[in-house]
């Protein structure tokens, strides 16, 4: 009897991004992310949001604020989590300003 291959899917793909989040490996993180695409698996909001999480650790705000937009671009929701991350992640690199703005978005 022939062994089923398994696929990765978008749990998994996002399980991976937060692994790399918990690692501080942001740069694959965001690699793994672009894998999806590439793999025609589109993001969902937990996937996006462990990302966003790894460049929050990292201080990566830009990242953060660019996946943020292109979370909405993509028709994916942005939730608390990720506006607290990004917040935190311009908060933690000096950005008080982008993080105010941010909180002002949410509302």
């Not at 996002?14 to 989040?21: P, R, Y």
Request: negative net charge; contains cysteine; charged residues 20%.
């Amino acid at each position: 009897m022939p062994k089923d291959v398994l696929q990765p899917n978008v749990v998994s793909y996002s399980a991976a991004i937060s692994a790399c989040e918990k690692g501080e490996q942001w740069q694959l993180g965001l690699g793994l992310l672009d894998q999806m695409r590439n793999e025609k698996f589109l993001p969902n909001d937990m996937s996006y949001n462990a990302a966003i999480s790894a460049f929050e650790k990292c201080c990566q705000w830009q990242h953060s604020l660019c996946l943020l937009e292109v979370m909405c671009q993509d028709d994916v929701l942005p939730d608390i989590i990720s506006y607290n991350a990004t917040i935190s992640a311009c908060a933690k690199s000096g950005q008080w300003q982008l993080a105010l703005g941010l909180l002002e978005r949410m509302q």
